[in-house]
Structures are given as C-alpha cells and as structure tokens.
C-alpha cells in the first residue's frame, strides 16, 4: 500500500547527512555547526541529488527552538531576567537601531526603496537563538552574569521582532509609498498598542495563572511514579504553552516556551525536566541548522559578491561594535562587551521570517532575501571562529595578570575605599551557588564581603545589610578593596574558569598563605585554577559522586 514518507525521508536524509558533514567538519577541527549547514546546503533545491520537504523542515526546526527555549527557561529566573533588564532593553533597542540604519544605509546605495531598506535591516539586527544559546551553553557561561545579560538582550529582541512582524502588514502600503497621506496617526498606533496588550496579557497571564497550574500538573505526574508520563508532561507543556502564546496572545514561539521553562523553574522539578528535554532538544536543533542550509543558494557568492560582503560585514563587525560600545557604556567591564558581541555576531530565525514577510508583501526584493539567507549561513558558520577569538583575547588578558607577568596597569582612576573587615570570607560571585554560600556564611555568623557585578544582586545584598563591592573581581584594586590580604578565605563562586583564574592569581599574588577555593566544571578547569594558585577546586559532578559513596558506606556499616 502507498505511503506518504515526506516527513520520514526529511529527517532520515537531514539527520544522516548532518551525522557525516559533523563528523568530517569535527575532524577537520571545525565547528560540527559547520557541517550540518553543510548538510542543508546538499539537501536544498539549489544542490543536485535528494531534496527535502521545504515545509516540513523549518516546522522541525521550530520545535528545536521551542525546546531549546525551554530549557533556557528552566535554567533563568524572573529575578535574573530583571536584574539584566536595565541593560538589555536599552541596549537591544540601540542595537537594533544601529543595525537597521547600517542595513538601510548600505540598500540605499544599492537603489533600494526605503521600505525595502528598513526590512533589510531589521533582518540584519536580530540575533539567532539557536546559535547564540548553543555558544553560551558549549562554553560554560550560560548560567554567568555574561550570559544572563546575552539572553536578556536575546529576549528583547524576540519581542521587538514580534512587534514588527505585526507592524510591517499595516504599514506596508506607506513604506511603498501607497495611499501615504491617507494612513492617520490612529491606524499607525493601533496596531502597536494591540501587540503590546498582547504580549502584557501573555505576561500577566502565565504570572498569574501559570505559575499554579504548570508546577502542580508536573508535580501530581511526579507522584505517579511514571517516567514515561513525566517526560510527555514536560513536552506537552513545553510545547502546548508556545503554541498557546503563538495562536491566542500572537507571541512567538520561543518567547511562550521560555516563559513556560522559567515558571517551570521555581518547582524542585526543574532539573529533572531539563534532563528530560535535552536528547530531544540536541535532535532538533540540529534540523533547525540542516533547515538553514536549505534556504541557501550557493550560487549568491558568485551572483553577489560584493553584495554579500557588506551584508557580512554589518552582521559580523557592525553589530559586534556597535553592542561593544553600548555595553561599555553601561559600565560593564571589557570581557562581558566582548561577549555580548561575539554572541550577537550572526542571524537566525526571527531573520528568515521577516524577509519572508518583506518578500510577499512586495517591500524587498527576492535579491535582499538571498543577501539575508546567504548572510545568515555565513555568520553562523563563522560564529564560532568569533568565540575562539575572544577565547584566545581573554587567555592573553589573563597570562598578563599571573604574579610572573602582571597585567598593564588600568587607566588612572579613583581608587577604591580598602573594606574595613578582617577574618572575613569574601566571596566573588553572589549567583545560584554563591548565594547558597552566603547564607550558610550569615547562618553561622561569619563576617562577609560580596563582590558582584550584577546590579540586581547588589542591591538585594545592600538591602539585606551585606557589604558589597560592585565590579568584576579581577579588575584593579578590587581584591586589595575587599581587603583579602585580612580575610580568612577567598571563595571564587563564579562559573567562567578563565576569570576565575585571572582572580585566583591575583589573590594569590596579595597573599602566599590565603585559603582560596573555587569551583570548575571539568578536569582539565581544576588543573587551570590549581595552577594559578587555588588551594582546593571543587567540581560538582565529583562532589555528587563522593557523596553517594560515603552514604551508600555509612548504610552498610
């Protein structure tokens, strides 16, 4: 009997070419991203051979997103999100802004209309969440102050898509040049206002009445004993409220699921449901990659050279520069602008949708559509490579701080009031493990110093009478501020090992006799802090383990 095999030859096909481009990039010491967007290029309608369903791979891909969204959530607090706020709206409105004039500048040379300027470059000025959630997560930062502020910005981008997808529809005969003078003041705010009570509604709605129902649904599961259903509750959920937000509030996808995952993430159940999404997460985010491919016609590098390097240009360099200089602005120190750019250096999804819109709604030509999608598959690829840069900056700029090779003296500046504590712990970091520290420390009335560069946690700590010290504690003068050469113990509770080394070597510099613990994710961070100077280093994994032992010892004795 006949059978309809679209969706299984698409995944089939997608899936087994990803798994050879991946392995054969990865050996070639490549990003395995690399090659499953090498993997969507030979699948695609431009390439000889096998051609997938060009509708059914971008919707397998939005579960990726969903998923993956999910799971951010349920690792991302209401309170992390607001204490990121002050930046990240700011900061990704200016981003945005810059990006689009960029984009718009470079179309008007090309002849462009304006319309067709401004949907090119607001494709150009929104970042990928796939990619930008996988760099953060690969390299160990999502959970650190960097990258609460990358997805805050990320956030608000979503948002200020979502509200020009809604927009660009009603004033699409204006940016034309259609019918201008007949278009009033109402019929241009109308539709802003409406998307804004939208997404308040989805807010407040997901506030009140989600934050009851989605805990208990998983927590009445949990008691049934059944791990089957628990992992379908988690998908139903994860799922069922992004396509709720998308069809009754007209909120994206991604936005409702990561307001799920962080409503989620108040329960105990939380980690259990992020183990549970991750093989299926993995899974589709690597179609959502093999999907972006697809849409690439190799032929454009030829077609359009030029073209395409300015467009490459202002993804790559134009937005990276212009959210270095934002993030600067604000006060925060060097490493975190330049993580922030490089996470913001590609385009993705909320990017194909728009010149999809721009294409049928007759405001950009079929050429600013190819620009985009070859852009995108280009700054994607090469995303990683921006990583490795700043990796590579960051190592340089820690090498300069060790005792043997201090680091170039800061420009002049007010020095720091030196903190008038002594046999205190000071304790760099005031995050999800940081803040569990803290309070054993003031349970056991032990005298504490915070340094914390995040202006939430600053002032919540102020306010519970806690002394503070705001910045990155591996800038000048902060540990000699905290007074550490006086103190009983330093305990670096952040998760980033490259600045935590550049802290430990400081302090070690201060003191040769100075206590310093910090925490690592892996071996070979343990030996990284042990080498600059820290006399325990403590890794969760080995923690869990050793303490399973001792437990299992103490009950057959």
């Not at 059944?226 to 379908?232: A, G, Q």
């Not at 359009?304 to 120190?333: D, N, Q």
């Not at 990683?384 to 190592?395: G, N």
Request: proline share 5%.
């Amino acid at each position: 009997m006949p059978h309809e095999t679209a969706l299984i030859a698409t995944m089939s096909v997608a899936l087994a070419l990803a798994f050879v481009f991946g392995f054969v990039a990865t050996r070639l010491r490549l990003p395995a991203i690399v090659g499953y967007l090498l993997a969507g290029v030979a699948v695609g309608p431009f390439t000889p051979g096998f051609v997938a369903d060009m509708s059914l791979a971008p919707q397998l891909a939005e579960i990726g997103v969903i998923l993956l969204m999910f799971g951010v959530g349920l690792h991302f607090s209401l309170d992390d999100l607001m204490a990121v706020w002050k930046i990240a709206v700011p900061g990704a409105i200016a981003q945005i802004a810059a990006a689009t004039i960029m984009g718009w500048a470079v179309a008007a040379l090309w002849g462009w209309s304006f319309g067709a300027g401004l949907v090119f470059g607001l494709a150009l000025s929104v970042a990928s969440t796939v990619v930008l959630l996988n760099a953060l997560e690969s390299r160990g930062i999502l959970d650190s102050i960097n990258g609460r502020i990358a997805v805050g910005w990320l956030i608000v981008e979503d948002l200020a898509m979502v509200l020009t997808l809604v927009l660009l529809p009603a004033l699409a005969g204006l940016l034309k040049g259609e019918g201008g003078g007949e278009l009033g003041a109402y019929a241009m705010v109308q539709p802003v206002l409406v998307t804004l009570g939208k997404v308040a509604a989805f807010v407040i709605f997901m506030l009140v009445v989600g934050r009851r129902v989605i805990p208990w649904i998983l927590h009445y599961v949990a008691h049934t004993g059944s791990r089957e259903l628990f992992r379908l509750a988690v998908f139903a959920i994860s799922l069922g409220v992004a396509f709720g937000a998308a069809v009754l509030f007209d909120v994206s996808f991604a936005l409702g699921a990561f307001f799920a995952g962080m409503i989620l993430s108040e329960s105990e159940l939380s980690q259990r449901a992020a183990n549970e999404t991750l093989p299926l997460r993995d899974a589709f985010a690597v179609l959502f990659f093999v999907s972006v491919g697809m849409l690439v016609d190799p032929a454009i590098v030829l077609r359009e050279p030029l073209p395409l390097l300015a467009t490459v240009v202002i993804i790559i360099f134009g937005k990276s520069v212009a959210a270095f200089a934002i993030v600067r602005l604000f006060g925060y120190p060097t490493s975190t602008a330049l993580t922030i750019s490089a996470s913001l250096a590609q385009i993705g999804e909320f990017s194909f949708i728009l010149v999809s819109l721009g294409v049928s709604l007759a405001l950009l030509p079929e050429r600013g559509r190819d620009l985009v999608l070859a852009g995108a598959i280009i700054s994607i690829m090469l995303n990683p490579l921006c990583f490795a840069l700043l990796d590579r900056m960051l190592a340089k700029k820690e090498e300069s701080a060790t005792p043997e090779k201090p680091a170039e003296p800061a420009a002049p500046r007010i020095p720091l009031e030196a903190s008038k504590l002594s046999n205190h712990v000071v304790l760099v970091g005031h995050g999800r493990v940081g803040s569990v520290v803290s309070k054993a420390l003031r349970q056991a009335q032990v005298p504490i110093l915070v340094i914390e560069d995040s202006p939430g946690s600053v002032e919540k700590l102020r306010q519970e009478g806690i002394e503070v010290i705001t910045g990155n504690a591996a800038a000048p003068d902060m540990l000699q501020a905290a007074n550490v050469g006086a103190a009983r113990g330093l305990l670096v509770a952040i998760p980033d090992a490259f600045e935590g080394g550049q802290i430990v070597a400081k302090a070690r510099a201060i003191s040769t006799t100075l206590p310093i613990i910090a925490r690592a994710h892996s071996e070979e961070e343990i030996a990284h802090l042990k080498h600059h100077g820290a006399n325990t280093v403590i890794m969760g994994e080995q923690e869990i383990a050793k303490a399973m032992i001792a437990q299992i010892g103490l009950a057959g004795a």
